[in-house]
């Protein structure tokens, strides 16, 4: 699937529709200058997305693939177009926007290019993942974003997503309490909150670690200037001097393309700590359906109590109202009937209502549940993929030392 690019270690879920149909890649990133929306020069990074038809790939036609450029920020609409319209979907994550976690040596510049190449793989990664989806990857408007350069953004606010996202925003950030919340989402948010939790303490260590080991390989350095220099003194010992010393000088410079493999598995990481937030919110989709159904049950049960009320006269609550109505007599018979009619047509709404929020309810938790699930062994899979991987390179990395251990040693034994 790389397009003759650079390919991720994403593991792509069979039976994807989109996936079967067209290779995607994100081919190449490009640094441009122009005006912003207030008319200030700025500078901002396009990527080059390239998709090919499956199959004229399968019978061995080599089409050049369609090409278009997309920025950063056309990424995120695509996902806050997804999260609003599948709520019951944990949706793919973004590469980070600035980078975090890092060791301070590396450049947190947006506009690095290590750090703009990785968010390259991590925006193929992102497609990938979104084109692997079962629902995800049939989206028109996904397509559209794959495969037409002019029109996507009028598209997609063609959808009217973004009154759904004001709404949800608002909804989302606003404080209530359930009273019946289903066992398992309040489990899975309590484990989106651990995942979370334990992958940002993963994530620092591997900094601290890196930091201590740029250090030490640095000093070695220090060995390869030393035994450079004790070397011009010495007649016999010279010429193993040297060349220990050089042994060392590489291994000093070595640290840095190791540090630099390293993000992509701490890339790898960062991706699960954003998919941790992902859950969350559609946990948090479930907690407020649950929500306004509960609402809209105890305004109905509200409205039926007044029913009866006026119909039999007797007041079960206190209330000003029937206060008012005992001090100052009772109202007229037409009075009684026109508030009686109205109570009938808000009952029959909120009967209707009762009916709608509890059908929205049950898909929610039914798609939900699913996709979690989906998810779950989604990241068994990738988390043991990419630490076992880590693992590997550590051993590697420690091997390489050895190697240039030995070498020196086979220096000094010349001598």
Not at 181 to 194: A, L, N, Q, T, V
Not at 279 to 290: D, M, N, P, W
């Amino acid at each position: 699937l790389d397009c003759g690019c650079t390919g991720t270690s994403l593991m792509v879920e069979e039976g994807s529709t989109l996936l079967r149909r067209m290779e995607i890649c994100v081919a190449e990133a490009e640094k441009r200058s122009g005006k912003n929306a207030v008319n200030m020069q700025e500078t901002f990074t396009v990527y080059l997305i390239e998709t090919r038809p499956m199959d004229a790939v399968a019978e061995g036609r080599n089409p050049a693939p369609d090409s278009l450029w997309r920025r950063y920020s056309e990424f995120e609409l695509l996902r806050n177009y997804l999260i609003v319209t599948y709520p019951y979907i944990v949706v793919p994550p973004l590469p980070e926007k600035r980078a975090e976690f890092v060791w301070h040596k590396l450049s947190a510049d947006n506009m690095d290019p290590d750090f703009v190449e990785r968010r390259r793989v991590g925006l193929e990664n992102f497609l990938l993942r979104v084109a692997s989806h079962p629902v995800l990857s049939n989206d028109k408007i996904l397509y559209h974003f794959l495969t037409e350069e002019h029109g996507w953004k009028e598209a997609v606010c063609e959808t009217g997503f973004q009154a759904k996202v004001d709404s949800r925003l608002r909804a989302l950030s606003a404080t209530f309490r359930v009273r019946n919340p289903d066992k398992r989402f309040m489990e899975m948010k309590h484990y989106s909150d651990e995942l979370q939790s334990h992958t940002s303490q993963l994530l620092r260590a591997r900094a601290r670690v890196a930091d201590r080991l740029y250090g030490v390989y640095k000093v070695h350095g220090n060995y390869g200037r030393v035994f450079s220099e004790w070397s011009a003194i010495e007649k016999e010992m010279g010429d193993g001097l040297q060349s220990a010393g050089h042994h060392m000088d590489a291994y000093a410079a070595s640290i840095d393309d190791i540090l630099e493999e390293e993000e992509h598995y701490a890339d790898q990481l960062k991706e699960y700590l954003s998919y941790a937030e992902a859950l969350r919110a559609v946990c948090r989709k479930h907690e407020l359906s649950q929500f306004e159904l509960e609402m809209a049950s105890q305004d109905l049960i509200s409205k039926k109590q007044q029913r009866e009320e006026l119909t039999t006269g007797i007041v079960r609550t206190f209330s000003f109202k029937g206060m008012t109505n005992k001090l100052f007599g009772q109202e007229a018979p037409e009075q009684r009937e026109a508030r009686l009619k109205l109570l009938e047509e808000l009952i029959a709404e909120g009967e209707e209502s009762v009916k709608e929020k509890t059908v929205e309810r049950e898909e929610h938790v039914e798609r939900a549940w699913v996709d979690m699930q989906r998810f779950k062994e989604q990241k068994d899979k990738d988390l043991r993929e990419a630490l076992i991987s880590y693992a590997v390179m550590q051993i590697s990395m420690c091997k390489k030392g050895i190697q240039v251990w030995g070498n020196a040693k086979e220096c000094f034994l010349k001598m």
